[in-house]
């Protein structure tokens, strides 16, 4: 079975943008005192990593069972660019931590 790791690679590159997308939309959520609307952004920001990391370790997965893969620059794109998202999702909850504690020093 031969896979095509650039279709695999575009899945994880869309879905880890499309959850940057949410990220940033959360974000602004927060800035504009709207919680729920951050809590919701993120809960599609991550289900979206989600796939895109499902598909990464699926391909991964695949390799070690012996399936034959080209793997190429756009597939190495793909995973730079999810390892990048998740750092940034991370971040964005740190400072939703550090915005949670801002809150309550000012009321």
């Not at 999702?89 to 740190?94: A, D, G, H, L, T």
């Amino acid at each position: 079975m031969k896979v095509n790791i650039d279709t695999t690679a575009m899945k994880i590159i869309l879905n880890a943008g499309n959850a940057r997308e949410e990220m940033k939309k959360a974000l602004e959520a927060l800035v504009e005192d709207n919680e729920a609307e951050y809590f919701e952004r993120m809960k599609e920001a991550k289900e979206k990593i989600r796939t895109a990391h499902q598909c990464q370790t699926s391909t991964i997965q695949q390799q070690a069972s012996g399936v034959e893969l080209e793997i190429n620059l756009l597939f190495i794109h793909a995973q730079d660019t999810l390892m990048t998202i998740m750092s940034e999702k991370n971040m964005i909850e740190s400072m939703k931590l550090l915005y949670d504690k801002l809150k309550k020093s000012t009321y």
